[in-house]
């Protein structure tokens, strides 16, 4: 098994919203199996895990029909429309994902009131945008890029999170990028390096824990023989050294002198040795 306390990777990628998928939705997915989700797969390779009373329902789809690698739905009702959906593209670091999955599993044990906690109009009109703070801690710039959409964007410019005020059609936040939230990086919206959306009515603090591991600003572990050219052009690439060995401590070296082998006693020592001068020849006869 591999050791957890050494990194999956040969590199470290920074800023890390330039980081890739890792390839694998394991790790994502062990916040809710954890918790006894119900997973199937299909012939694909598709995998859908459900909840018990089926009200949120996740999808990790690299066989689907788009590059939207991962779903996440919740239902006020098991088989109604949506209450809110979620999406992360297929070149979306798993770290994020994870965050998402994580803070999901912890609203989902507290109860519908808090996987399926929505704005209350009236009551707290800037609630919504409680989930830019990480990112304004770290040094990302508010910005108003078109009618309607305030922005938030990452110092090297190359990420930035959208909110899109106004009506939006509920069909196309599910379906579509056309949604209330859309965390993107890359040097241009409309073909983002990798992307995630969050319908209208997500729980502002499932968006929160995305925003908070985007922000933190500790590396992410890489395999650069994985890594696309898009990072190794844009992104800082450190190499990931092998750990030093611990210092020897008092008992350590104490051990170490317990089992050396003792001194020979002088008697011992033998009287030749290749270093001794060779015998003195004998009279000739």
Same mark, same amino acid.
Request: proline letters at 13%; a negative charge; hydrophobic letters at 40%.
């Given at each position: ?5 050494? !990194?999956? %990777? ?5 800023? @890390?919203?330039? =980081?890739?998928?890792?390839?694998? &939705?394991? $790790? *994502? ?32 789809? !690299?066989? %689907? ?5 991962? @779903?996440?739905? =919740?239902?006020?009702?098991?088989? &109604?429309? $949506? *209450? ?202």
């Amino acid at each position: 098994m591999p050791d957890p306390d050494q !990194p999956d %990777g040969d590199v470290y990628v920074s800023p @890390r919203h330039l =980081a890739s998928t890792t390839g694998t &939705g394991d $790790p *994502a997915l062990a916040p809710l199996l954890d918790l006894g989700w119900d997973l199937q797969r299909d012939d694909l390779g598709n995998v859908y895990v459900h909840a018990p009373d089926r009200r949120v329902r996740l999808g990790y789809l !690299p066989e %689907g029909e788009d590059d939207g690698l991962w @779903r996440i739905n =919740a239902y006020a009702v098991p088989f &109604g429309q $949506p *209450a809110w959906g979620a999406c992360f593209s297929d070149s979306c670091p798993t770290e994020f994902v994870h965050a998402f999955t994580t803070a999901l599993a912890a609203a989902y044990e507290q109860g519908p009131d808090a996987y399926l906690a929505r704005p209350v109009a009236g009551t707290n009109a800037h609630e919504p945008f409680l989930a830019v703070a990480p990112l304004v801690q770290q040094g990302w710039e508010i910005d108003r890029p078109r009618r309607d959409v305030y922005a938030i964007q990452a110092p090297d410019g190359l990420a930035a999170l959208e909110f899109t005020a106004g009506a939006l059609e509920p069909e196309a936040e599910l379906s579509t990028r056309d949604a209330r939230w859309q965390l993107w990086a890359g040097t241009s919206i409309d073909r983002p390096f990798w992307y995630a959306t969050a319908s209208t009515d997500t729980p502002v603090a499932l968006l929160t824990a995305v925003t908070r591991c985007v922000a933190d600003p500790a590396p992410l572990p890489r395999w650069q023989r994985e890594a696309y050219s898009y990072i190794k052009g844009m992104a800082q690439l450190t190499p990931i050294l092998p750990p030093r060995p611990p210092a020897p401590t008092p008992l350590d070296l104490q051990r170490a002198a317990s089992r050396r082998p003792a001194a020979l006693p002088a008697s011992s020592v033998p009287r030749w040795s290749t270093t001794s001068r060779p015998a003195a020849p004998g009279p000739r006869r």
